[in-house]
């Protein structure tokens, strides 16, 4: 299965898309993961990003665009991927068409979840105290969320007209989400995937 997750900031992405990989056997792709990876062992990209990603400022398209592409490439990710956080902009989207063309691949689909506002903020703060992420910070919360609904929000149009987009409620427990997740998978029947 190759997939995408969409949504907003703590509406549970990475968490879902972590779980619902294990079950598929399948790798979970975060560029926010491989930029923080880079971040922490101090390489060069690392050091190139490390205060855009701070400021909750977006790591540009053509950085980003590579990073998945050589990540897509690698043999692991032949029977399939989940994408957390990528496209995020409309060149991410026509860069990935590129490569997916390329390799004769198609995305399966598109996972948008959902919660509202006050709910995603709750969870921002709740990781903030856990996970202690130099973005999440107001500022840098404040500056995330307004450029998913200005940049990122609207490319669910595109997939929308492409017709494979699923929209899911994430508000509740993180199993019934999973749970709620895998049942709508299986409802959509998509071709050659087993959820
Ligand atoms: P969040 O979705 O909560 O902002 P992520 O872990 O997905 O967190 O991303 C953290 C940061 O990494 C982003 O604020 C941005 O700086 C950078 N980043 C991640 N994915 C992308 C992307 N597709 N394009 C540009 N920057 C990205």
């Given at each position: 299965m190759r997939m995408l997750m969409m949504g907003p900031q703590g509406?549970?992405?990475?968490?879902?898309a972590k779980m619902l990989a294990a079950r598929c056997a399948i790798p979970h792709?975060?560029?926010?993961?491989?930029?923080?990876?880079?971040?922490?062992a101090g390489t060069e990209?690392?050091?190139?990003?490390?205060?855009?990603?701070?400021a909750g400022e977006?790591?540009?398209?053509?950085?980003?665009?590579?990073?998945?592409?050589?990540?897509?490439?690698?043999?692991?990710?032949?029977?399939?991927?989940?994408?957390?956080?990528?496209p995020?902009?409309?060149?991410?989207?026509?860069?990935?068409?590129?490569?997916?063309?390329?390799?004769?691949?198609?995305?399966?689909?598109?996972l948008e979840l959902r919660?509202?506002?006050d709910e995603l903020i709750k969870r921002i703060h709740e990781r903030a105290q856990i996970e202690g992420r130099a973005d999440d910070n107001p500022e840098a919360v404040a500056k995330r969320l307004q450029t998913?609904?200005?940049?990122?929000?609207?490319?669910?149009d595109i997939y929308r007209d492409r017709g494979f987009v699923v929209a899911v409620d994430s508000e509740d427990v993180i199993e019934d989400t999973q749970a709620s997740i895998v049942k709508h998978l299986q409802q959509c029947g998509l071709p050659g995937v087993k959820i």
């Open positions: 509406v549970g992405k990475g968490t879902q792709i975060s560029t926010g993961d491989v930029f923080r990876a880079n971040v922490s990209l690392g050091k190139q990003i490390e205060s855009l990603i701070n977006l790591v540009p398209d053509a950085l980003t665009d590579r990073i998945v592409a050589d990540r897509l490439a690698q043999p692991d990710c032949a029977n399939g991927w989940i994408l957390d956080g990528y995020r902009t409309i060149e991410q989207v026509r860069a990935l068409d590129a490569v997916l063309e390329q390799s004769d691949q198609r995305i399966d689909v598109v919660a509202d506002y998913y609904d200005k940049e990122t929000a609207p490319l669910l």
